[in-house]
């Protein structure tokens, strides 16, 4: 009779255990553009990406990323975050087995009776276990698992931007170096021409108004030029704070590596492919999975919980020169909670997890209308400096020969100063404009490096930093 209770509850808590509660559905879809719109560039390897720095041959670049990286609280704060992850992993998965504990206890009593005193010593393991009948702890460990391949990929996200962060600061920096050499240059040439005007006034070959000029715009170009070093020495502790390389090695390596123009990125031609490689987006699906998984154990903890609970031990007692030893055993009891009245609070609890699993769909699909953003403005960009690049260096070559050449007139008396401050103005306006264009470019190539995920991929999820 009672194997054929035990096989009875048996069969009923299998029935049971296949009547878990299903949440929201975990996958959902988002709109992605059947093709890019911006021409694609031409030369790149997506599967370089990941090395995509070590290939620009500027070994100093590569440093600067790799010490970044390590000193990065952006990159500390992923890297807790997946601690975090595994353990509520493991504390979740945990809660689908039984608990095992041992006890022991030595007690010394004595009476004041005709009965001696003795020593009782036992010792028991004693187990618990909640069958999840509804699936509460199993969607609470699905959830944990799917937040915690979402951090790995929050860890990589992070390696990316810190990577992305510390080359754009690098070549604004190499940018600023090249406006301040030019504007170095040009304070020269206005320094030199209101020398040679000052010496043409002292013998009265110009007016002392044109002396004035002169000394104006040699004092414009040389302010110009302070202000552009200490935007570049602003540009230094910059890139310092964020490598942890010291101020005076730094400089040092800088005055000594050339500028490497970065190397081409090659994105797929499918945006579903490239969106894809985003650990970004591969979080906030992972977000969206985990939040239906949550939506599904809040459910369930408005249905019965079962619960079973056993012990095994074995005691001793030792009492007037005599010694009792015994062993014990129980199974049981087999227990069920049924919810009745928690003023609305499981309801709640569902109400909530529903809103947060809305909020979910919402981030991911906002996350992938901004991934394609950043991908078309970044080939946008890179389009349209390529085009101009051209144009900006015919511009700079003739600006530059008609200035030698108005200055020539000048010296020679035939042309006016004024003449030759235009011609100055418009030289320098032109030698920034390749400048800035040339940052510009670098900017665009980091961005479509993080636009395009900086190599990650989803088999990389699985793997631990």
Not at 327 to 340: E, F, N
Request: glycine share 6%.
């Amino acid at each position: 009779m009672r194997k054929s209770e035990y096989a009875l509850a048996a069969s009923m808590m299998l029935a049971l255990a296949g009547c878990a509660v299903q949440g929201p559905p975990a996958s959902v879809a988002a709109s992605a553009p059947a093709n890019w719109h911006a021409p694609l560039p031409h030369n790149g390897n997506v599967a370089d990406l990941a090395g995509w720095w070590q290939r620009q041959g500027d070994a100093l670049l590569a440093e600067l990323i790799t010490d970044a990286q390590q000193v990065s609280p952006t990159i500390a704060t992923a890297r807790t975050r997946i601690v975090q992850s595994r353990a509520d992993r493991v504390a979740s998965g945990a809660a689908l087995g039984p608990v095992l504990d041992a006890t022991g206890s030595v007690v010394r009593t004595s009476q004041q009776s005709a009965q001696p005193g003795g020593t009782t010593s036992q010792a028991a393991l004693q187990a618990s276990w909640e069958i999840d009948v509804f699936g509460a702890n199993r969607a609470n460990r699905d959830a944990a698992q799917e937040r915690y391949d979402s951090a790995q990929a929050g860890w990589h996200d992070a390696r990316v931007s810190v990577a992305a962060e510390v080359a754009n600061q690098y070549y604004s920096l190499r940018a600023c170096r090249a406006l301040q050499s030019v504007a170095e240059q040009d304070a020269a040439s206005r320094s030199d021409s209101a020398r040679l005007t000052q010496l043409s006034a002292d013998a009265g070959f110009q007016a002392p108004a044109n002396a004035a000029l002169a000394r104006a715009s040699a004092a414009e170009g040389a302010s110009r030029a302070i202000e552009q070093r200490a935007v570049c020495d602003v540009g230094v502790q910059a890139l310092m704070a964020l490598s942890a390389m010291p101020e005076d090695t730094l400089r040092a390596r800088l005055a000594a590596t050339p500028l490497v123009a970065p190397a081409p990125v090659a994105i797929s031609n499918l945006p579903a492919q490239t969106l894809a490689q985003r650990p970004d987006i591969f979080s906030a699906e992972r977000e969206v999975a985990a939040a239906s998984f949550e939506v599904s154990g809040a459910k369930a903890q408005r249905y019965p919980r079962l619960s079973l609970a056993g012990s095994i031990g074995k005691g001793n007692i030792r009492a007037g020169g005599q010694s009792i030893t015994g062993s014990t055993w129980s199974i049981g009891p087999l227990a069920v909670t049924l919810p009745i009245f928690d003023g609305g609070r499981r309801r709640a609890q569902v109400d909530a997890a529903v809103a947060r699993y809305d909020e979910a769909v919402v981030k991911y699909r906002a996350g992938v209308r901004q991934a394609v953003r950043e991908v078309e403005e970044a080939l946008l960009n890179l389009q349209s400096t390529d085009a101009r690049s051209s144009h900006a260096q015919t511009a700079l070559e003739g600006y530059r020969l008609s200035f030698v050449a108005t200055e020539e007139r000048y010296k020679n008396g035939l042309a006016s100063l004024i003449e030759l401050e235009d011609a100055r103005r418009t030289r320098l306006a032109a030698e920034n404009t390749v400048v800035n264009l040339q940052r510009e470019r670098s900017a665009a190539w980091v961005a479509l490096y993080r636009a395009a995920g900086g190599g990650w991929n989803a088999s990389q999820a699985a793997i631990a930093p």
